[in-house]
């Protein structure tokens, strides 16, 4: 990466047009070629990849309530969240779904609509 940072996020805000001129799409696919190479190497692909071409495709970091995640933000942050990641915590290993019930308050009620949907549906 040399002086460049490492940005973690898995969320992007594109310009289609400068991305699709530059070629970005191309240049992607060269350092993906290079990086699938290593299979330890495709355990963070979607923040490794946009790191590692960003000498050919510049990236940004967005601000903290773009992407909120319990990990590395606190929880004084989050009613400001645009959104929210269930990321992987090293220290609890706790389950997706069960870290939804618990940070996402309006999660239990989706899922039971969208459960009662899906019978509704196939019933």
Not at 43 to 56: K, R
Not at 82 to 92: A, Y
Not at 93 to 99: I, T, V
Request: hydrophobic share 35%.
């Amino acid at each position: 990466l040399g002086r460049k940072n490492y940005h973690i996020s898995a969320l992007y805000v594109v310009d289609l047009q400068r991305f699709r001129a530059m070629g970005a799409g191309d240049q992607l696919r060269v350092v993906y070629s290079q990086l699938s190479r290593d299979p330890n190497s495709l355990a963070n692909l979607d923040q490794d990849l946009p790191n590692y071409a960003q000498h050919q495709v510049p990236i940004f970091s967005l601000p903290q309530e773009w992407l909120w995640c319990e990990t590395w933000c606190s929880d004084a942050s989050k009613e400001k969240a645009k959104t929210i990641d269930l990321c992987n915590n090293p220290m609890t290993k706790e389950p997706k779904l069960d870290q939804a019930r618990r940070i996402v308050s309006e999660w239990v009620e989706l899922d039971e609509s969208v459960t009662a949907l899906e019978e509704s549906c196939s019933g």
